[in-house]
């Protein structure tokens, strides 16, 4: 506990914490920000520090993101699992939370398109992302976020507001998950024929500002045009970037299953 709150002080006393992928270090250009309308799906790649094939399932995950727009495909990358445990001057990137959606599974990589955790029936490899990815891009879109973060570089103090809009009538039981990814971390990673000492790490899940499951803000009917405001603040740590930080939030309905219905992801700065 010492080192979560060590991390990440937060106004109501929530935790924090990381994920992976390869990139060109010297590519500087902002990676996906989500404006407008349309659905957009969140894939989450279970992947860990010691695990050799992961770097190349991120790609392909990277990869279908790329075909299928990076305004509307976001990726997040959560490090959890036997494989993920920091070892020797491996990078320590798990978190409680990514733990609570890995759950008993023993694998790395693992994927879900659209669900808060790995369940029976969404625990995907890297070769079964595109059917589900693009039945989920096809679906209509029930809500908006918006992402409004103010960030005080002298005191690293974060104020985030997530602005839900609903754009259809809707029943079920909503919850809104508030995560804080650092992107562009460089460390070792476990690669075929060895370890890659400066892997670049994307999407970083650094942990969430209320909680794995979220924080509720509906349970009933939502009516088109409804709209819920929440606010969260927090300390950024120092050994975090700023300016590769992001807010990466979504809307999930516990009525089914956890499925994520949203998802908008918006820098810190």
């Known amino acids: 506990m010492k080192k979560l709150f060590s991390i990440f002080t937060l106004s109501v006393m929530m935790m924090l914490m990381m994920g992976c992928d390869k990139i060109d270090i010297n590519n500087t250009n902002k990676?996906?920000?989500?404006?407008?309308?349309?659905?957009?799906?969140?894939?989450?790649?279970?992947?860990?520090?010691?695990?050799?094939?992961?770097?190349?399932?991120?790609?392909?995950?990277?990869?279908?993101?790329?075909?299928?727009?990076?305004?509307?495909?976001?990726?997040l990358s959560v490090h959890a699992g036997f494989l993920a445990t920091a070892m020797g001057q491996f990078p320590d990137f798990k978190t409680p939370e990514?733990?609570?959606?890995?759950?008993?599974?023993?694998?790395?990589p693992l994927f879900s398109v659209d669900h808060v955790a790995l369940t029976e029936g969404n625990t995907l490899n890297e070769s079964q992302l595109d059917t589900p990815l693009s039945e989920a891009l096809a679906e209509d879109q029930t809500f908006e976020l918006f992402i409004v973060n103010n960030y005080d570089e002298a005191t690293r103090e974060l104020r985030v507001e997530t602005d839900v809009t609903a754009t259809s009538d809707y029943l079920g039981q909503l919850y809104l998950t508030v995560c804080l990814v650092e992107d562009s971390i460089v460390g070792r990673q476990v690669v075929p024929g060895g370890v890659d000492t400066a892997y670049v790490?994307?999407?970083?899940?650094?942990?969430?500002?209320?909680?794995?499951?979220?924080?509720?803000?509906?349970?009933?009917?939502?009516y088109v045009n409804d709209e819920f405001t929440k606010n969260y603040t927090a300390t950024l740590n120092e050994g975090y970037n700023a300016d590769q930080c992001y807010i990466l939030t979504y809307v999930a309905d516990k009525s089914k299953g956890g499925k994520i219905l949203q998802t908008a992801m918006e820098k810190i700065k």
């Open 201 to 222: 790490f994307r999407n970083v899940f650094r942990g969430t500002l209320n909680g794995a499951d979220g924080e509720s803000f509906a349970n009933g009917s939502v």
């Open 98 to 108: 990514g733990d609570e959606w890995y759950g008993n599974n023993s694998a790395n």
């Open 31 to 75: 990676p996906y920000t989500y404006f407008g309308e349309g659905k957009t799906v969140l894939i989450k790649d279970f992947t860990g520090v010691r695990c050799v094939n992961c770097p190349a399932a991120a790609e392909v995950a990277h990869e279908l993101q790329h075909q299928l727009g990076e305004d509307r495909v976001f990726i």
